[in-house]
């Protein structure tokens, strides 16, 4: 099973970044799949949510209107945009499948995100 993170880096505030995570190693069109973030010093808090379908969203409620959690089943890709960035965005960000597969559910490595001027 592989989950890879792509897209992170150095953006000013108010600045845009679109995140991808590419899965393999399970059945990733019946997996409900998440994306987490990590600031230093801080607890690992989930950002959002999409179904398997794509056609359920949820965001937690630093990020509701300004990020968007997709994904492409045919790719078996997961992506978050982010706009109107803020510096307490900075953090390590992660995906996650949320359904479990041969018994546990599944990390990739993150990617760091850092919002600074």
């Known amino acids: 099973v592989q989950l890879v993170e792509s897209g992170g880096g150095l953006v000013q505030p108010g600045g845009s970044l679109r995140l991808s995570c590419a899965v393999a190693?399970?059945?990733?069109?019946?997996?409900?799949m998440s994306w987490y973030r990590q600031a230093l010093g801080k607890e690992r808090e989930l950002v959002a949510t999409?179904?398997?379908?794509?056609?359920?969203?949820a965001y937690g409620d630093s990020v509701k209107g300004r990020f968007t959690i997709s994904r492409d089943n045919g790719k078996k890709m997961v992506f978050l945009q982010m706009n109107s960035l803020k510096p307490e965005d900075t953090a390590a960000y992660y995906c996650?499948?949320?359904?479990?597969?041969?018994?546990?559910?599944?990390w990739g490595q993150g990617t760091q995100v850092t919002v600074s001027s």
């Open positions: 996650k499948s949320e359904t479990k597969w041969y018994g546990r559910t599944y």
């Open positions: 190693g399970f059945p990733f069109s019946s997996s409900d």
């Open positions: 999409v179904s398997s379908d794509g056609g359920s969203t």
